[in-house]
């Protein structure tokens, strides 16, 4: 019933919910007469299903139904915020929410503690990684999903949650009463001096939230506290899904001087072509910047990086960008509800725009494709260095990760990794600085010994083809003459457990390792651990250790 009605109704619902007044006056009179009249089918259809159809309907979760398959014509950015969902908006735009500060996740048919912040109500009320869940002020959650848990555990700061949790180490089950607090998720969680001479700022920005750039600022500030003499900075964006654009233009700030450029928008409605420029004192105009960025960098990511690559202010490396040069508005509408909207396209200040997916020229099954490269359109940097428009911005050098192994995700989902940690944790009551920690041989061995006898067993994408491939024989009668070609196959390709975990040791380990550092020294422990093997961040030191590459990756080739 659902599945109809999203291609009953959904042409009514953007007329009805997303237009405003004003809009109506816009139109002409043609335009008018189609919205008066598709309101009034909207309004008769859905009086008729609500008085007829055979079952009772939720009138709130058909008009979501009908409202998210609508959005879907257009683009994934434009997103109907329900009430209940403005919450978690709110988090995603501010960092900030009334909880016990920390992540969960579901396992075993309850919910577990996964990541508690530093000095959070969860860490104040002696919970800790690996413990259970079992009830929220004496109701079950048995069979909850974190969703719900989440929605239970948040709540005004100062008030009270009692939890009935089973500890990670004991296994004993007693309630702990946990006092909700103002939560603030750091978008700096990690900030540090690195290089052979401890004279490089490093800082992780992992989102563009409230103020992120007032904590960029900070860190920067005390990292020169400790070495005054900084050589240069290395802003990471790796995996940064952007956020406020007002936050990126005035990260772009800390580095350019007043009165740049920085972005342009340009949409249907002329009040949205706008030009963004920076408003303060630079923090430094000179040092030497390197900006780290991967395939999950988007949106106001790709604005601070495209803008130091246009703007020939730094170097860009890492993997060419996500692609996304959609700017989004959020209007509010009936009931406390919002509607985030794309309302234009950005520009960096060389004039490109970077979105990659075309959401206007759909392929006939609707699918939305990349944009041609012969449509691409070439552009040059404020130094005569060429760069392109509608594909993501493009490294100055690019270096790409080591591609990830099919045994990790395994060892994720069923908890191994989770649970070994924990285990370690019990175990030793403290580590060395995440900065120094590794795993010796011996705690690597201990782990594939404790592995022995669980299942971690995966399908490679050729066993998983195969496997299909057999279904389709044998539903065409074709299989009985392939089976013995189709067993040695499967042999050839099948692998050995012990043999994945030495092949892949590397990638296990420091995983696994990331994970234990996260126990004693929380997220932004985790993140530092990360940078000691790290490929690109080691070649982003070698390129602004020299400074004749670093000038020469500057200039128009």
């Known amino acids: 019933m659902v599945h109809n009605m999203k291609h009953l109704i959904k042409i009514a619902f953007v007329i009805l919910f997303i237009t405003p007044i004003n809009v109506f006056a816009q139109v002409n009179n043609d335009s008018y007469f ?68 920390s992540t969960v996740v579901e396992k075993d048919d309850y919910i577990v503690i996964d990541q508690p912040y530093r000095n959070s109500p969860t860490v104040n009320a ?23 848990v989440s929605d239970f555990l948040k709540g005004a700061p100062g008030t009270k949650v009692k939890l009935k949790v089973r500890d990670a180490y004991t296994s004993a089950e007693s309630d702990k009463i946990v006092t909700r607090g103002k939560i ?67 990260v772009c700030n800390i580095f350019l001087p007043s009165n740049q450029l920085v972005v342009s928008t340009k949409g249907k409605v002329a009040q949205w072509d706008k030009d963004f420029k920076t408003k303060g004192t630079a923090w430094d105009e000179e040092i030497p910047v390197a900006v780290l960025i991967n395939n999950q ?34 209007k509010s509408l009936s009931f406390k509800s919002k509607l985030k909207v794309t309302t234009a396209k950005y520009y960096t200040p060389s004039g490109r725009c970077i979105q990659a997916i075309d959401y206007t020229n759909r392929n006939e099954d609707g699918s939305a494709g990349e944009i041609p490269d012969s449509l691409k359109t070439k552009f040059t940097t404020k130094g005569g260095r060429v760069v392109w428009d509608g594909g993501g911005i493009e490294p100055d050098v690019k270096l790409e990760n080591e591609k990830p192994s099919s045994l990790l995700p395994v060892l994720a989902r069923k908890f191994y990794i989770f649970d070994f940690a924990t285990e370690y944790a019990k175990n030793h009551p403290s580590i060395s600085s ?36 057999k279904k389709t024989a044998e539903k065409e009668n074709y299989f009985d003459g392939i089976a013995d070609d189709y067993n040695k196959l499967m042999a050839a390709l099948s692998h050995d457990k012990k043999q994945d975990l030495l092949k892949n040791r590397d990638q296990v380990k420091r995983y696994l390792q990331s994970e234990i550092v996260s126990r004693y020294y929380y997220r932004e422990g985790a993140l530092q651990n990360n940078l000691i093997k790290d490929k690109i ?21």
Do not use: H
């Open 34 to 101: 189609e919205i008066s009249k598709n309101l009034d089918v909207f309004a008769s259809l859905f009086k008729e299903l609500n008085e007829s159809y055979v079952d009772p309907i939720e009138p709130g979760k058909v008009m979501k139904t009908g409202i998210d398959a609508m959005l879907y014509e257009l683009d994934p950015y434009t997103n109907f915020i329900s009430e209940d969902d403005i919450q978690e908006y709110r988090i995603r735009t501010t960092g900030e929410y009334g909880g016990i500060g």
């Open 126 to 148: 002696g919970l800790k990684a690996g413990d259970m869940i079992l009830a929220i002020d004496g109701k079950s959650i048995k069979g909850k999903s974190v969703s719900d």
């Open 184 to 250: 603030k998720i750091s978008s700096v969680p990690y900030a540090g001096l690195i290089g052979s001479n401890k004279d490089i700022a490093y800082v992780r920005l992992t989102q563009f939230t409230m103020r992120c750039s007032n904590e960029l600022i900070k860190a920067l500030d005390s990292l020169k506290g400790v070495q005054p003499n900084l050589s240069s900075v290395v802003l990471d964006l790796r995996s940064n899904p952007g956020g406020l654009l007002d936050e990126a233009i005035k």
């Open 297 to 330: 960098s988007a949106s106001a990511s790709e604005i601070v990086a495209g803008t130091i690559q246009d703007l020939d202010r730094g170097i860009v490396l890492g993997q060419k960008s996500f692609g996304k040069g959609l700017v989004q508005s959020t």
């Open 434 to 469: 995440p900065g120094s920690f590794e795993l010796s041989d011996g705690d690597f061995k201990a782990f594939t010994t404790w592995l022995g006898d669980k299942d971690f067993g995966y399908q490679t994408k050729t066993e998983k083809a195969l496997v299909q491939l």
């Open 537 to 557: 961040l080691v070649k982003t030191l070698d390129v602004l250790g020299n400074q004749t590459e670093y000038a020469r990756l500057l200039q128009p080739k």
